[in-house]
């Protein structure tokens, strides 16, 4: 059972780089998230998707974007890479509402 | 506005003995308070999670605490064991408008055998 698939692991940019993470899952779910983590800070949401075609923002979304053209696939891209950024990114989803999210296991970012 | 505010931030604590982490929240539209365990270089996974008509959840050693009137909910982990060491959060969200989940700041918990 795949779940929540992120790609990739692990990735150090350069300020100013782009990038755009990668999140799949399989389970048919219609409610897509991203979190970013940082020490001590818990996770806080960037945005979310309550199915194909719709997305909307989180608590943090300043210098990201995403997109949701499937149910399947929830990318979000970082345009122009701040030190800032540098975090833990989690992708999840869940079948109807919030709450019982199925998580990846997560891209660390490190922007320099 | 920290609205799920969790403590302690680290908890030590000797195998077979109780763990309690507390959590505090401010909005009172919240009603749904699940709790979720991560392990090192993995993604948070559920663990409980409890809705204010009762005002505890018991599942196996996992038991939340829920108190309405204090508008705090808290988790216990009976009989800790070294696996049980992990990084716990808890949560709250609207769950009637399907509002998204705010989290605590979370507590990493050592249990040492």
């Known amino acids: 059972n795949a779940g929540v698939t992120q790609t990739p692991k692990f990735r150090i940019l350069k300020i100013g780089q782009s990038m755009t993470l990668q999140c799949a899952q399989d389970m048919n779910h219609n409610y897509m998230y991203w979190y970013r983590q940082d020490p001590g800070m818990g996770l806080k949401l960037i945005y979310y998707s309550v199915g194909a075609g719709i997305t909307d923002k989180g608590e943090v979304p300043n210098g990201y974007n995403v997109s949701r053209s499937t149910t399947e696939y929830f990318p979000l891209r970082l345009e122009l890479a701040a030190p800032s950024q540098t975090s833990v990114y989690f992708c999840a989803s869940s079948y109807s509402k919030p709450g019982g999210e199925f998580f990846g296991q997560g891209t660390r970012l490190t922007v320099v | 506005q920290q609205q799920v505010k969790q403590s302690p931030q680290s908890l030590i604590v000797q195998k077979g003995g109780i763990s309690i982490i507390n959590c505090a929240y401010e909005?009172?539209?919240?009603?749904?308070f699940p709790w979720y365990q991560q392990f090192p270089g993995k993604g948070p996974a559920l663990l409980i999670a409890?809705?204010?008509?009762?005002s505890e959840k018991k599942e196996g050693r996992f038991t939340i605490s829920f108190n309405k009137s204090a508008k705090q909910f808290s988790l216990h982990i009976m009989d800790s064991q070294p696996g049980d060491s992990a990084t716990y959060f808890c949560?709250?969200?609207?769950?009637?408008?399907?509002?998204?989940?705010?989290f605590g700041e979370g507590t990493q918990l050592t249990v040492n055998p």
């Open positions: 409890i809705r204010p008509d009762v």
């Open positions: 949560a709250a969200s609207i769950d009637r408008s399907g509002s998204r989940l705010t």
């Open positions: 909005n009172t539209a919240f009603d749904y």
